[in-house]
C-alpha cells in the first residue's frame, strides 16, 4: 500500500485547509487510516482516525471541534478537513494504514506504532 498526502501549505489563523491522502496498491491490506501531527521537537501524535466498513470516525479532544476525516471509497483518498486553525496546528502531518479488527482500532486508533503503511508527510504551517 503507498499513500500520498497533499493538500498542506501556509495559511493564516483562523483558516482551513483541506488534506488528503490518495492510497493505492493492494488496498485490501488496510482497513482504517489515521491522520496524524508532529511539530518539530515533538512526538507524532494521532489527531483523526477512520475505520473503512461503516465509517466510524475518531479524534483527539483538543481538535475534535474543528477537524474532520472522511473517505472517498471511488477515490480511494481520504480526508482531514482542518478548520479555525491556529498556530499550534502548525505541523507535518502525515496519513497512516493499517489492517486490524474494529473493535481494536476503537481503544488504539491514536497509537502510531501501530500503523503499517505511512505517507511522505505534507507541512502545514499556520500564521
Known amino acids: 500500500v503507498q499513500l500520498v498526502e497533499s493538500g498542506g501549505g501556509s495559511v493564516q489563523a483562523g483558516g482551513s485547509l483541506r488534506l488528503s491522502c490518495t492510497f493505492s496498491?493492494?488496498?485490501?491490506?488496510?482497513?482504517?487510516m489515521g491522520w496524524f501531527r508532529q511539530a518539530p521537537g515533538k512526538e507524532r501524535v494521532g489527531v483523526a482516525g477512520?475505520?473503512?466498513?461503516?465509517?466510524?470516525?475518531y479524534y483527539a479532544d483538543s481538535v475534535k471541534e474543528r477537524l474532520s476525516i472522511s473517505l472517498d471509497s471511488a477515490k480511494k483518498t481520504v480526508y482531514l478537513q482542518m478548520n479555525s486553525l491556529n498556530s499550534e496546528d502548525s505541523a507535518t502531518y502525515y496519513c497512516?494504514?493499517?489492517?486490524?479488527?474494529?473493535?481494536?482500532?476503537?481503544?488504539?486508533?491514536?497509537?502510531?506504532?501501530?500503523?503499517?503503511?505511512w505517507g511522505q508527510g505534507t507541512q502545514v504551517t499556520v500564521s
Open positions: 496498491g493492494y488496498t485490501y491490506s488496510s482497513n482504517c
Open positions: 477512520i475505520y473503512f466498513y461503516g465509517g466510524k470516525t
Open positions: 497512516a494504514a493499517a489492517f486490524v479488527l474494529p473493535t481494536w482500532y476503537a481503544r488504539n486508533w491514536h497509537k502510531a506504532t501501530d500503523y503499517t503503511y
